[in-house]
């Protein structure tokens, strides 16, 4: 059973412990994936992303969504090693060592042979920054996240369509026109905002509605750029609603 710490499109959190405990009482093996929100986990305040993942028997983050971390490296925590290394272990004459029993061969604990060394950049980017400096950006980039969700809220033209609990917002266009209007409405709405060559965001659709996405993860991000972000979101939405 695999629950979601921080959906890719709207950053929803499934209920860890509740999974994790039906999954416990029948012996399913439970995994976590919190490739994206599991970055927040570094905060006191945004911990609860978390809760229950003590449960589970694998869980995943990407450092290299949310954690200032070059693309890729994504850090895997597994309960009982030993079922991977059964299911992926090779034994060829030629890498048989005389340490073999004494370290451990991430070879062994999935489908790469050769590897590169991932973790050397992680340790880099937690060196560098320290903790505290990357709790301060982790904290900064969901204050900025804070601010949009702020400036949706205030403006009539457009709806929130989902809760902003971290650093993604979601949100919509809605002059009050049917569900398929809004769609092509907000389809153009993007387009013209992506056109600006200055502000790129995505979109998904939640509920079956066409929804924008704006989330705020990266190192060099200041409130002078959201600001200017929504400068240009804002002269989008003038331009789509007159057309
Ligand atoms: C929740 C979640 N899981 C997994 C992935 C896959 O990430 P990757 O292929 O970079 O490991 C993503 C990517 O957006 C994601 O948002």
Redesign the pocket.
Known sequence: VMA?A???SSGAVDPLRAVGEICREHGVWFHV?A??AGTAALLPETRWVLDGAELADSV?F?P??WMMTNF?C?AYFVRDPGTLIRTFEIHPEYLKTGVDAKVKNYRDWGIQLGRRFRALKLWFVVRSYGVEGLQALVREHIRLAGLVKGWVEADGRFELLAPVDLALVCFRLNDGRDEAGLDQLNRRFLERINASGTVFLTHTTLRGRYTIRLVVGQRTTEERHVRSAWDVISAAAAEVLKD
């Open positions: 979601t921080g959906t890719t994936d490739a994206w995943v990407n290299h969504k890729d994504s």
